[in-house]
C-alpha cells in the first residue's frame, strides 16, 4: 500500500497521530483529515529547495485545491503566498489574515468586484488574462487613484497532459494571451504605457497533474524567446517570473511523481541557462502549487454500507458519501487507493468496486479494489484526497458538505464544520402560493 501514514498496533489508520477509527466515531463520516505536519512537509520541499538554491522565489499555495480559513493560516505559517482565483477566494484570504502582498489574483473573467477588492485591499499582484480586464483594471485604479503591480499571464503553446505533452501550434485555451500571433506584446505594450500599472513579469500555467519536467522546460525556453525579444525591442527586465502549478502527486501505485524539490532544480537550472542564453537579469521564480501543497496530506473517511453481489461480474460495495465530497472520479475517471481504516492490517480478500450514494450509476469512487472481510459499518479511508477533494464538493441529492479536521502531533480539530439539514435550506424561500389555475 502506498501512503504515508502509520497503522497502529490495533490495525488502524493513523493519520497526523490520531486514530481514524476514532476521528470517524468523534465527528461522523464523509470527513476530510488533513495530517498538518505533511502539509507543512510538502510547502517545505518547495520553499526549501528555492532558499538552498539561493534564488528568490514565492510559492504560492493555489488556494483552489483546498480553502479554508485554517488551511490558509497553516500556508501564512510556513510563509507560502497565495494565489486566489474568485472573490470568495480572496474573501477568505482576507478573513485569514493573509498577508494582502503575498496574494495574487488570478482568474480569466475578474468582474469588476474582484478587480475593486484586489485593488482596494492592495493585493500584490494581479494575473491579467485578457484586453477586456485591461481596460476593467485601469477603470478600477483611475477609480481607487492606486497603481498595481501585474504579470501577464501568457499561453505558450504547450498543452500538458498527465504522463506526456504536446506542441500545439497555437493553443486554444480560455486563460491568458497567445504568444505565437503577437496578442502578448500588444498586451504587454498597452500595460506598459499605463502610469497606475507596474509590469512585474509573466505568467504561465501548463496544466495540472504532471510528472515529467520536460513540458516546464518546455515552457520556461518559450517565454525566455519572448522576454529575449522583448529586451531587444523594449529594454524590458523582468523582475518575477510565475510558472504556475502542476506538479503531480501519487494517486495510486500507478502514479510515479518526482520528489517536489525536483521540480524546482529543473525549473531553476533551465532559467538559468536561458537568463545566461539572453542576457538577462535572473528574474525571481514564483510557482502555484496547489495539489502537490495538499493533495497527499488528507483521506476521506466513509462508513461502509449496502453491498451488491453480481455473482461472476462485481461486487459494489456502498458507502455514506460520494461524488459530492469526491467529483474527481466521475468527472475525470479519476484513480484512488483505500483501506479499511480498522482493519488496516487484515488481510485482503474481496474484490470490490466503491460506490457512493449518489443517484447517479457515475457515482463510484474505485473500481476493483482489494478489501479485507467488510461489514455494515466499517470505515473506509480513501487517499490523497486533500486537493479538489472538499474544494469540488457539492449539493447534489441534498447530502450536507462533509467536515474538515486537522490532525497534527496526535490531536485533532474540527476546521470546517458538517453542513446540518437547517444550512441546506438557509437560502430558500418560502413561495407565495398561487390558486391553481
Ligand atoms: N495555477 C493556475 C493558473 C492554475 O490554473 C492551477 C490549477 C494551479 C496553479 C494549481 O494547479 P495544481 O498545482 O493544483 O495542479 N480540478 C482539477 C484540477 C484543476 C486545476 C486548475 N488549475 C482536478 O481535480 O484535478
Known amino acids: 500500500m502506498n501512503h504515508p501514514f502509520e497503522i497502529n498496533k490495533d490495525g488502524h489508520l493513523m493519520v497526523g497521530g490520531v486514530d ?7 465527528y461522523g463520516t464523509p470527513l476530510f483529515v488533513y495530517d498538518v505536519s505533511l502539509i507543512r512537509k510538502n510547502a517545505r520541499a518547495f520553499v526549501d529547495t528555492f532558499r538552498e538554491l539561493g534564488i528568490k522565489a514565492q510559492v504560492a499555495y493555489a488556494s483552489k485545491a483546498f480553502s479554508s480559513i ?7 505559517q510556513e510563509n507560502l503566498s497565495l494565489d486566489v482565483v474568485s472573490q470568495g477566494e480572496l474573501y477568505t484570504a482576507l478573513q485569514a489574515d493573509f498577508p494582502v502582498e503575498r496574494i495574487h489574483l488570478h482568474g480569466n473573467n475578474k468582474s469588476y468586484q474582484e478587480l475593486s477588492m484586489a485593488v482596494e485591499h492592495n493585493i500584490g499582484c ?13 477603470e478600477v485604479l483611475t477609480e481607487q487613484n492606486k497603481t498595481v503591480n501585474v504579470l501577464l499571464r501568457v499561453t505558450p503553446g504547450i498543452e500538458a497532459h498527465t504522463h506526456d505533452y504536446i506542441l500545439t501550434g497555437n493553443e486554444d485555451s480560455k486563460f491568458g494571451f497567445d504568444l505565437l500571433n ?8 498597452k500595460l506598459q504605457n499605463m502610469e497606475a500599472i507596474n509590469v512585474v513579469g509573466l505568467h504561465c500555467h501548463i496544466g495540472s497533474q504532471i510528472f515529467e519536467t520536460d513540458g516546464f522546460i518546455m515552457a520556461v525556453r518559450k517565454l525566455f524567446e519572448t522576454l529575449g525579444a522583448w529586451k531587444q525591442k523594449f529594454s524590458y527586465m523582468p523582475k518575477v517570473l510565475n510558472l504556475g502549478g502542476g506538479f503531480g502527486i501519487r494517486y495510486t501505485a500507478e502514479d510515479d511523481p518526482i520528489p517536489l524539490g525536483g521540480y524546482v532544480d529543473a525549473l531553476v537550472d533551465e532559467v538559468a541557462k536561458q537568463v545566461d542564453r539572453h542576457g538577462l537579469d535572473f528574474p525571481e521564480i514564483w510557482i502555484e502549487p496547489g495539489r502537490a501543497i495538499v493533495g497527499n496530506a488528507a483521506v476521506t473517511l466513509y462508513t461502509t454500507g449496502a453491498k451488491k453481489e453480481i455473482p461472476g461480474v462485481r461486487k459494489y460495495l456502498s458507502v455514506d458519501g460520494g461524488m459530492t465530497d469526491n467529483l474527481r472520479p466521475a468527472l475525470y475517471q479519476a484513480k484512488y487507493d483505500a483501506v479499511v481504516a480498522n482493519k488496516a492490517n487484515d488481510p485482503l480478500t474481496e474484490m470490490v468496486s466503491i460506490a457512493g450514494k449518489c ?10 479494489i482489494e478489501v479485507p472481510e467488510v461489514e455494515y459499518g466499517d470505515i473506509l479511508a480513501v487517499f490523497s484526497t486533500g486537493a479538489y477533494g472538499y474544494s469540488m464538493s457539492n449539493h447534489y441529492n441534498r447530502f450536507p458538505k462533509a467536515a474538515v479536521v486537522f490532525a497534527e502531533q496526535g490531536e485533532d480539530q474540527l476546521v470546517i464544520q458538517r453542513e446540518s439539514y437547517q444550512d441546506l435550506i438557509k437560502n430558500d424561500l418560502p413561495y407565495e402560493i398561487k390558486e391553481r389555475v
Do not use: P
Open 359 to 368: 443517484c447517479e450509476s457515475g457515482d463510484m469512487l474505485i473500481w476493483d
Open 20 to 26: 481514524t477509527t476514532y476521528l470517524a466515531r468523534k
Open 70 to 76: 485554517a488551511m490558509l493560516q497553516v500556508a501564512k
Open 126 to 138: 494581479i494575473v491579467v488574462d485578457n484586453f477586456s480586464e485591461i481596460d476593467l483594471l485601469e
Open 182 to 189: 503577437g496578442q502578448a506584446e500588444q498586451a504587454f505594450l
